[in-house]
């Protein structure tokens, strides 16, 4: 295997220079000893900064620190409580609509800015105003700006406690993500409990208005100071027009400013009549 991959690194390595790559990892199945390891990234030319060789024992390491890929590519038995958003989120696909919400912007901005001071940080509305879509969006934002790892949290899974202790490694910082905390209320207590305990571990929480008050009490209960509540603006009648116009799959509809005015101005509500309409 080393004389094979020294002459498929060459290759590479030719490859790099000539479109000015900087860092060169080569990943191989391959068992390597040290030194074969030491020769082949001797290989690495003036042009490109680092050449690493991942063989097979440093692929295991890197993958053991990431607890949902075993169960998700190779079949780890365990299910994970933690999961990233891509996958949190395909799975309410159908309830957020996501490519449809609009006029956030400026809140994801703001509030991903609160999160990288606030050791907890809660974002509440009433019902169907677009919570987790925001969280969606937030999580996209935090994964494009933050150096921690953004993961969701399954409730009503398993052990808060244990499936940090499995699947967090102590290497990484971390980004929890709870949605209808409120509704969860011992994982979000466990979870508050295990960021105050952990430096690496910050965590964002969803809730309804209403679940406020129970939420913060649990906050207080831990004496952890450094928290953060926001609620969600109500989306403008132009943002709301839209989102009705995009979810029906029309340009233009009757009485439109009737129909929202009949839905209370409920994001939800107005996505479900356009999905009707279309």
Do not use: M
Not at 96 to 101: H, M, N, R, V
Not at 215 to 241: G, K, T
């Amino acid at each position: 295997a080393k004389a094979y991959l020294d002459r498929e690194i060459k290759k590479e390595i030719k490859k790099a220079k000539k479109q000015k790559v900087d860092h060169l990892i080569i990943a191989t199945n391959a068992n390597l000893r040290v030194n074969h390891i030491t020769d082949l990234e001797a290989l690495k030319p003036s042009e490109i900064n680092t050449l690493q060789i991942w063989h097979r024992e440093k692929l295991e390491l890197l993958l053991y620190e990431h607890f949902f890929l075993c169960n998700f590519y190779f079949g780890k038995p365990q299910y994970p409580a933690f999961i990233p958003p891509s996958i949190f989120f395909e799975e309410d696909h159908e309830k957020l609509f996501l490519k449809s919400l609009v006029g956030r912007d400026a809140e994801i901005d703001s509030i991903s800015n609160k999160i990288k001071s606030a050791k907890i940080t809660i974002i509440h509305a009433p019902g169907g105003h677009g919570k987790s879509h925001f969280l969606y969006r937030l999580a996209q934002k935090l994964d494009e700006t933050s150096d921690s790892q953004i993961l969701c949290v399954r409730t009503f899974l398993r052990d808060i406690h244990d499936a940090s202790q499995e699947e967090l490694s102590t290497t990484r910082s971390f980004i929890l993500i709870i949605d209808d905390a409120d509704r969860a209320l011992e994982d979000f207590r466990k979870l508050i409990g295990i960021a105050r305990s952990v430096d690496s571990i910050r965590v964002v929480a969803a809730c309804r208005s209403s679940g406020i008050p129970i939420l913060e009490q649990e906050i207080n209960n831990q004496r952890i100071s450094q928290y953060s509540i926001d609620e969600l603006v109500s989306l403008d009648d132009d943002v709301l027009r839209n989102l009705l116009l995009r979810s029906s799959g029309k340009n233009k509809l009757d009485r439109i400013d009737e129909i929202i005015e009949r839905l209370d101005h409920v994001p939800y509500l107005i996505v479900q009549y356009g999905r009707s309409i279309q």
